[in-house]
Structures are given as C-alpha cells and as structure tokens.
C-alpha cells in the first residue's frame, strides 16, 4: 500500500497525558498537512510542512501541540497535557507540489483520539 | 471562512441524482471535492479551478462558477457505493495556495 498510513489509529489517554501521532506520507510528496476533524465538521486545517519546514500553524494549534518532520520524511503530532477538548480524529494528508492551490491533498486513515 | 454546504442530508433511491452545492463569501482559486465514509479517510474525487471550468468522474461530474463562488457536485444515477459524507474543501484567492478550507459536510444515502 502506497498512500498515507498513520499510527496509531485509535488512542485512548487519561487528562493530562502526552500523546504522540505519526504520519508517514506518500514517498515522494514534499507536503504534508495535519487535520482535526470532530463529530458532523469537516477537516479544520492545523498545520502544514513543506518538506521539512513548518511553514504555517493554525490558531487552533495552542502551545500544548507541537508537530515536527524531521528530514522531510516521516511527520509527527504531539499533544502535551491533553484536554477532553482535544478528543477528536486527527488526519494527516500529503500533496506533490504542482501549480498553487492544483496540489491533490490524499488522506490518511487517522488518528481517532479519546481524552477520558 | 468556511464555504456553505447545501443541503446538510439527502436521501435517495439507486439509480436517482442528486445535486451538492458548496457556496463561499470569498474569491475562491479552486475548488476539491471528497468522499468520506464513515470511520475512514477522506477520498478525493475531483479538483476545479477558477475559470468555471466542469469536470467529471464516471457518473460523478462537477462546477465551478468562479463569479459566483459556487461550486455543485453532481451525481447521477446513484450507486449504493455512493452512500457517504461529501465535503467541498476551498483555497481562497490571494492567500495561501495550500490549505483546504472545509464546509461541514452533505451526507449522501443511498437506498436500494
């Protein structure tokens, strides 16, 4: 299978633990996106790398999230002292850069996320 | 601003259409529609940039009028594979060239 994998896929934490997600992107995309989607939303957009750099975060975002792809590769999204809040499903997604705003972003599975 | 979906819930028969439409209050660049299912991924089906150009996908077609921000996905007799949540996901004109603005969704069934 060649498209987007996450992992975990579900993740059920206590208040006020840190948890960690991984997206590993199709190969050769250098964009690499993360989602976070509640129950009857679409996809609000949290954060975007083009290869290794960060190049934009959401407000959503607050110091509690931190998000990194080291060497342009592999991405991960980490949550520190989580909030019932934070319970959502969190999707990653990666495009090949073509023409601005032409990029096919492919989704992965997710991340579905329980804060008890 | 997150584009407007209409309607929020249709319900058909095999075999019959349906019309999906995605309304912005602001200059829209493109246009990307997804299939959702539920507990899955989001799965692209089709892109439309300004210039109102109308695209298709088997009996699955859209368009976009660029003056009016508007796009409408349009499906045509139905399949039972076609049952899922729709989403029109926008970039705006003028600002970032990458990130998808989303609308809350249609939720398409298909009955047989």
């Known amino acids: 299978d060649t498209g987007v994998s996450q992992d975990p896929r579900h993740k059920i934490t206590k208040r006020g633990q840190n948890v960690t997600f991984r997206c590993d992107p199709i190969?050769?995309?250098?964009?690499l996106y993360w989602y976070r989607q509640t129950l009857g939303q679409g996809p609000e957009f949290l954060t975007y790398f083009q290869n290794e750099a960060q190049l934009e975060k959401s407000r959503l975002l607050s110091d509690r999230f931190s998000a990194e792809r080291p060497k342009g590769s592999f991405s991960t999204l980490e949550i520190q002292r989580t909030e019932q809040g934070d319970s959502a499903m969190y999707l990653c997604?990666?495009?090949?850069?073509?023409?601005?705003?032409?990029?096919?972003?492919?989704f992965g599975p997710g991340t579905r996320l329980t804060v008890l | 601003q997150q584009p407007v979906q209409s309607p929020q819930a249709v319900i058909l028969r095999e075999g019959e259409d349906a019309v999906i439409n995605c309304s912005s209050s602001k200059a829209l660049y493109s246009v990307h529609w997804y299939r959702q299912k539920h507990g899955e991924a989001p799965v692209f089906l089709m892109i439309l940039l300004k210039g109102g150009e109308q695209k298709g996908h088997d009996k699955i077609s859209a368009s976009f009028n660029e003056k009016k921000q508007q796009s409408s996905l349009y499906l045509t007799a139905s399949q039972l594979s076609y049952s899922g949540t729709y989403f029109c996901?926008?970039?705006?004109?003028?600002?970032?060239?990458?990130?998808?603005?989303f609308g809350k969704g249609t939720l398409l069934t298909v009955n047989p």
């Open positions: 997604a990666s495009s090949l850069e073509r023409f601005s705003g032409r990029d096919t972003q492919y």
């Open positions: 190969s050769e995309h250098n964009r």
């Open positions: 996901g926008t970039v705006g004109s003028g600002g970032s060239n990458y990130k998808l603005t």
